[in-house]
């Protein structure tokens, strides 16, 4: 499966931004779906991850209550609705695929990744 993320960009803080990750292919539902960012000089870390049904969500607890990861099976594309965003959450951030749920929720790695789109959150 292939993946492209967009929705990034600049925002001031406590504002919102929606990212979208929209997957080739007939198979999206087959897949459990993950979010992840990397800031400057930091490793790659976990965001959210949602399920193939959409039924089981997880969330790092540092974006617990202001993230939102949804999916839409029948257009191929997961959702990451950022809201009351800070500044520490400026990164690049990635979605990722994986037929099972531990292949993006841990701890296993993700099969699939999109390319980055980056979010920058001014103070």
């Known amino acids: 499966v292939q993946l492209q993320a967009f929705g990034g960009g600049l925002v001031q803080a406590g504002g919102s931004l929606r990212l979208s990750c929209a997957a080739s292919g007939r198979t999206f539902s087959s897949y459990a779906m993950g979010w992840f960012r990397q800031a400057p000089g930091k490793e790659r870390e976990f965001v959210a991850a949602?399920?193939?049904?959409?039924?089981?969500?997880g969330y790092a607890d540092s974006v617990k209550g202001r993230f939102t990861i949804s999916r839409d099976n029948a257009k191929n594309t997961v959702y990451l609705q950022m809201n009351s965003l800070k500044p520490e959450d400026t990164a690049v951030y990635y979605c990722a695929a994986d037929p099972d749920i531990r292949g993006v929720a841990g701890p296993n790695k993700p099969l699939y990744w999109g390319q980055g789109t980056q979010v920058t959150v001014s103070s």
């Open positions: 949602i399920s193939r049904s959409g039924g089981s969500i």
